[in-house]
């Protein structure tokens, strides 16, 4: 799979029509709203003792926090047989007990992407000279300034196949304009010592256009517990490795395009590849 170039308009284009998608459902279109899948509890101070002791009391067990300040606690019914009535009579005790500040149910919300459409004519070919040779002046002053600072400093152009088409780089919108990534390129700029996550449906990490630049540190999997992003294979999650390979995609090794910082690391959190909640 090669990520799709025109999904940097997600991040740097204008867009020219947002569709209005509904992106957070708890219901589905049939009004089937799931049950509780736990609760979250907030003691008024932090006492790990008095949380299991209260858990224990109203038949349930603590699974986790939510937040590093010690108060608030996931919390589960222990027994799988209760009605929907004894678990809603739990919650009212839970509310009405002196040490509890907060009880809320928690239930799997589905968090739709956002896409959008454009017209092909909205952006025109590349024309003339690149903004480059337009600013070689300028470009020659600053490295003059910078000279004793050792960067790494690209031969352009790539010879990614897919470089030539990245509009953003080569002239390519309307007015025959881009980013003017390229001179901040030969000035040494192209994202060392700098992780960026991805927050969507998770990206493929092993991708040959990311493995290399992948940063497991900057990433987690909230859909599936895990410190793995990688996304489902089922044909409807790639916003997130476009994303990613818009942002930190590999240059010069001959496969597909290249990222706006491609010396930068990348990492992703998956949590638009199925329901989440809080936990």
């Not at 040494?188 to 449906?201: E, H, M, T």
Request: proline content about 5%.
């Amino acid at each position: 799979m090669c990520w799709h170039l025109a999904g940097i308009l997600v991040l740097f284009g204008s867009l020219q029509k947002i569709l209005a998608i509904e992106h957070d459902s708890i219901c589905t279109e049939d009004d089937i709203c799931p049950e509780p899948t736990h609760t979250v509890m907030r003691l008024r101070e932090k006492n790990e003792k008095k949380a299991h002791l209260i858990a224990k009391q109203h038949g349930l067990e603590i699974q986790g926090k939510p937040f590093l300040d010690g108060t608030y606690y996931f919390v589960v019914h222990v027994s799988k047989e209760r009605s929907r009535r004894q678990k809603r009579e739990v919650i009212s005790k839970l509310q009405e007990h002196p040490d509890i500040l907060l009880v809320e149910e928690q239930r799997p919300r589905v968090r739709r992407k956002r896409d959008f459409v454009y017209a092909d004519t909205v952006y025109g070919r590349a024309v003339g000279p690149t903004n480059v040779l337009k600013h070689a002046g300028s470009i020659a002053t600053a490295e003059r300034r910078i000279n004793s600072i050792q960067r790494d400093v690209p031969v352009l152009p790539f010879p990614d196949p897919l470089y030539k088409e990245q509009w953003y780089f080569n002239n390519g919108a309307q007015g025959g304009f881009d980013m003017n990534v390229q001179a901040a390129w030969l000035l040494g700029y192209a994202g060392r010592n700098v992780s960026v996550s991805i927050l969507d449906d998770g990206i493929q990490r092993d991708h040959p256009d990311l493995a290399a630049n992948y940063d497991p540190l900057a990433s987690t999997d909230i859909n599936g517990h895990d410190d793995d992003p990688t996304p489902q294979d089922d044909g409807d999650n790639k916003h997130g490795t476009r994303c990613a390979g818009e942002v930190a995609s590999v240059a010069g090794n001959v496969y597909c395009g290249v990222g706006v910082a491609f010396h930068a690391k990348i990492g992703g959190v998956r949590m638009l590849d199925g329901p989440v909640s809080d936990r």
